[in-house]
């Protein structure tokens, strides 16, 4: 798949409290989450990122608790991917369950500001800068996982490759 959007960019050790604050746990509804999502790090964020935009982070994206809110949160509330240094496995994990695109690769980080325009292919795990026109490579999905995500996440995958409308 082709992602298309703008850079945001977060450091190091983003962690789940950091993506979704714990007092907003108590509901279940991914809009309500969406309009917290970075709140505490950047306010105001939920009203300023435009459907498609890019999360680019550091090392350690999503670490901390389990929770499933936040790709919940970052996927509701427009982002279409992050790229980061390193994802936390049960973060990574439930990225992918929800249909999340996420992919890892530290020259991409290291060269892409935030504000910058990318233009990301899954399936090729090519990342393009089109600020800078630099290139960078993460590793494409495998395929079982691509197929995960082109359905909308783990249950759509399982409900036969549907995603819900």
């Not at 999502?37 to 300023?48: A, I, L, R």
């Not at 608790?65 to 509330?77: C, D, G, L, M, V």
């Not at 890892?104 to 935030?114: P, R």
């Not at 197929?147 to 909308?152: H, L, Q, Y």
Request: net charge negative; glycine share 10%.
């Amino acid at each position: 798949m082709i992602y298309k959007g703008r850079a945001w960019v977060f450091p190091d050790n983003i962690d789940t409290d950091v993506i979704i604050p714990a007092r907003f746990l108590n509901t279940t509804d991914a809009k309500e989450l969406a309009e917290h999502c970075m709140e505490d790090v950047f306010p105001g964020f939920s009203k300023k990122i435009q459907a498609g935009d890019i999360i680019v982070a550091g090392k350690n994206f999503g670490c901390g608790s389990s929770r499933e809110h936040a790709p919940i949160a970052i996927k509701e509330a427009g982002i279409s991917c992050v790229i980061a240094k390193s994802f936390a496995r049960i973060f990574y994990r439930n990225a992918i369950n929800i249909g999340l695109p996420i992919m890892e690769s530290c020259e991409a980080v290291d060269g892409i500001k935030g504000g910058d325009e990318l233009i990301i292919d899954t399936e090729t795990g090519l990342i393009k800068n089109i600020t800078s026109g630099e290139v960078f490579k993460a590793k494409p999905f495998p395929e079982f996982i691509d197929k995960i995500i082109k359905a909308g996440g783990l249950l759509n995958f399982a409900r036969g490759g549907q995603k819900d409308v």
